[in-house]
């Protein structure tokens, strides 16, 4: 047989159980305030996927929050994902749109044999709420799919890191309603020059 040959993965999928993240700044450990043990079995994490349940939305604000992955038993350096905004609607409104679930892909190996300990944090963000910025009134909940391979992945892909700017200035600005503020920026390594 000549040409590439398919590469054929098992995979295995967790959750950080939702959890209230508050209306204000503070860090929440995810799952419940637990760790999350992956099995001896897993040999990288392929991606996550963070969601986020607004409970009440609040005319003229919006549900917005930073999530960090890390793994303090294997010295993972953590991965920031900025969660897209649930917006409220300007005065009464029946619904909001969600933003589209979006898997961040890692490509992380875990190595070593034994389970492994996962932790996610969600801080949640000030979003610009009539003429100021403002934490949303009711506290949503956050959760994070993840998602493993069973197979190593050391010659396959290359890992990707997620990083923000500190969350003091992703969730302070200035401005009015009427105005628009540039925000923070993401930046994103494959592992390669380019």
Do not use: W
């Amino acid at each position: 047989m000549s040409g590439l040959q398919p590469i054929t993965m098992a995979r295995s999928f967790d959750q950080f159980l939702s959890t209230s993240i508050g209306t204000s700044n503070a860090r929440t450990l995810l799952n419940g305030g637990n760790v999350l043990n992956t099995p001896d079995s897993i040999k990288a994490i392929l991606g996550a996927t963070p969601f986020i349940i607004p409970q009440t939305l609040t005319a003229a604000q919006a549900v917005a929050a930073l999530v960090e992955i890390e793994a303090p038993s294997i010295s993972l350096k953590p991965k920031q994902i900025l969660v897209g905004p649930v917006c409220g609607g300007l005065s009464t409104f029946g619904a909001a749109s969600h933003p589209l679930y979006k898997e961040f892909p890692f490509f992380t190996r875990l190595g070593g044999t034994g389970v492994k300990q996962l932790q996610a944090y969600a801080t949640s963000l000030q979003t610009n709420g009539s003429s100021t910025a403002v934490y949303n009134t009711s506290a949503p909940l956050l959760g994070v799919d993840i998602d493993y391979s069973l197979n190593d992945i050391k010659l396959v892909l290359l890992e990707r890191f997620y990083q923000t700017a500190p969350v003091a200035s992703i969730s302070t600005f200035t401005g009015t309603a009427a105005a628009t503020v540039a925000g923070p920026s993401i930046q994103i390594s494959t592992g390669k020059s380019s």
